[in-house]
């Protein structure tokens, strides 16, 4: 099977012009990279010069990896359900594109922007750190290996939220609900970048390794699990082929 | 005509578990026809065009959309000849006309996009409002950018779902009027509606299904089929002895009366009835107000079709 990479360029291209577009999904994408960027400067502020040194023993930078798993998990649930209930889905399932080429699409509109911002968010926490943080805090705080783990995992865990995602919006009937089960869906990976950025889950390079190769072979299995699942019957009528 | 058939359907079937969508469809269209598939609500108008689509998958049966055999593996290939718009164009408000376009001509892989989508654009006369937000466009309006999205590929079959429904008489004069120039340069056409007198307007052939396919055949050949053609004759007075004058006349089967003074004539032929009538009806010194033949329109066919089925369904 060959992909049309013209036909992935033309849904990834109007994704980013709808998503640009759509207010409510643009404040919705705005609000938790907020929250998980002004929570962690508003603890890291609090600790004086001389409580900086306990910060190393903490990942304090992981915490942030909760971005690229619950943003991609908001925008991707709305990719088939949205275009569902618009009434938009039936009209582009009837041109010759491949449902492994809309999944794939759809996916990297979702990944290219939640990607960006995640970054963003850690880019500016950095900045923030570096310039107003107590003296000492910024060099205990931002550490080689948690640095290189955010700009590794960042895109696998985006990667695996959008998949998930994707899977749920293909089944949910109502945007709302996908959404919700979503979020719902990505707490496990919020829920264990929270606990090794807490030092509860010590952070190792086995660890690293063992994550990493989980999340890459979850990211290429999404994309074929989710293939399989777009049923184009199911989502035009509602029942099953 | 090209006789060659561009959809060809053998006793296509389709259930949704013990629900029956439509059953035991079989027709063929030639290049180049228009035809109308009319049915009431729920008669499985939609899920025929969805099917033959490649949207849904038929339960049993078989078919041929544009030459190639509807089955899963030719899926792309046969979405590649076709275009299908559906009740709701489904556009994407948020773009432009030009935008939505875009998109679609290169889900099309259509070769000189530009090209197509500027054809496309005149073709429905919508150049001055290419970069217009769609979500701001009437709904004759989106029509007519739903039609100009079908058009982009060139299809060899063109599927039109309900294509005036909800529309104002303007806008769905200017409907009729795209449509009637596609069928007109060679495109074919399977147009869904339940609007009768526009299959009657535009269609080369229509087709009434009621989950089954009750008639097939061209509008004037369904009247035919299904009423016997009259005359309608109007004098100022009752006559003496309309036996005499209308009886033995060639072409004229039995008369009947029809009010005071008038009468409704059983014909076969109205070229030979209709001067042999008035004949005799200037020979028995009557004073002739009318003599007209009684059109039965396509809706007293549908009419028949539906109230039969009904029927059925009491008994």
């Not at chain 1, 907020?34 to 004086?48: D, E, G």
């Not at chain 1, 989980?214 to 699990?225: A, C, E, P, S, Y």
């Not at chain 2, 104002?168 to 056409?189: F, K, M, Q």
């Not at chain 2, 039995?254 to 409704?264: L, M, S």
Request: proline content about 5%.
């Amino acid at each position: 099977m060959t992909l049309s990479k013209r036909r992935i360029r033309a849904i990834f291209r109007k994704e980013l012009r709808e998503y640009r577009r759509n207010a409510s999904l643009v404040a919705g994408m705005a609000i938790i990279p907020l929250v998980f960027l002004i929570q962690p400067l508003v603890s890291v502020f609090a600790v004086s010069s001389g409580a900086a040194a306990e910060l190393r023993h903490r990942h304090e930078l992981l915490y942030l990896l909760a971005i690229p798993a619950l943003v991609p998990a908001a925008m991707a649930a709305y990719a088939v359900v949205g275009e569902r209930q618009q009434g938009t889905l039936e009209p582009v399932l009837s041109t010759p594109i491949r449902r492994e080429e809309l999944v794939l699409s759809k996916a990297m509109a979702v990944f290219a922007p939640s990607v960006a911002i995640a970054y963003a968010v850690f880019g500016v926490f950095i900045a923030c750190v570096e310039l107003f943080a107590h003296r000492g805090v910024a060099s205990a705080l931002i550490a080689g290996p948690d640095v290189l783990a955010q700009v590794i995992f960042t895109p696998l865990i985006a990667g695996w939220s959008i998949w998930l995602a994707i899977a749920i919006s293909t089944r949910a009937s109502d945007i709302r609900v996908a959404q919700q089960l979503s979020l719902l869906a990505s707490l496990p990976t919020v829920a264990l970048t929270t606990l090794i950025s807490l030092n509860v889950i010590h952070p190792s390079i086995r660890l690293a390794i063992l994550l990493g190769v989980v999340l890459l072979i979850g990211n290429r299995l999404g994309w074929r699990v989710v293939s399989a699942a777009f049923d184009r019957e199911r989502l035009v009528t509602g029942s099953r082929s | 005509m090209d006789r060659t058939p561009a959809l060809a359907v053998q006793d296509l079937s389709k259930r949704f578990g013990d629900r029956v969508a439509f059953q035991g469809l079989s027709f063929e269209i030639g290049y180049g026809e228009v035809f109308g598939f009319l049915g009431p609500n729920g008669a499985g108008k939609t899920t025929t065009v969805r099917t033959l689509g490649t949207l849904i998958a038929p339960t049993s049966g078989s078919a041929t959309v544009a030459g190639i055999r509807l089955a899963p593996e030719n899926g792309v290939e046969i979405r590649r000849r076709i275009a299908v718009m559906p009740e709701t164009p489904g556009l994407y408000l948020r773009l432009s006309v030009l935008e939505n376009l875009e998109c679609f001509a290169d889900l099309y892989e259509v070769p000189d996009a530009d090209e197509r989508i500027d054809r496309a654009l005149r073709a429905v006369n919508l150049v001055d409002r290419a970069h217009d937000p769609c979500g701001t466009l009437s709904k004759g309006l989106r029509q007519r950018v739903g039609l100009a999205r079908a058009l982009l590929s060139d299809p060899q079959v063109l599927f039109l779902d309900e294509p005036t429904a909800g529309l104002d008489p303007v806008a769905t004069r200017d409907v009729h009027e795209l449509i009637a120039g596609l069928g007109n340069s060679g495109v074919t056409i399977f147009l869904t509606t339940h609007r009768l007198e526009e299959a009657e307007r535009l269609c080369d052939r229509v087709a009434i299904l009621n989950t089954t396919l009750r008639t097939i055949g061209r509008p004037d050949e369904l009247r035919d089929r299904l009423f016997t053609r009259t005359l309608a004759v109007r004098t100022a007075g009752p006559l003496a002895d309309p036996d005499h004058v209308f009886g033995g006349l060639p072409a004229v089967d039995g008369w009947r009366e029809d009010g005071a003074a008038g009468y409704v004539l059983a014909i076969s032929d109205a070229s030979v009835a209709a001067p042999a009538v008035a004949r005799a009806l200037v020979a028995a010194d009557a004073d002739v107000l009318s003599i007209a033949e009684a059109r039965h329109s396509l809706e007293d066919v549908y009419m028949e079709m539906i109230d039969e089925d009904a029927e059925v369904q009491r008994a």
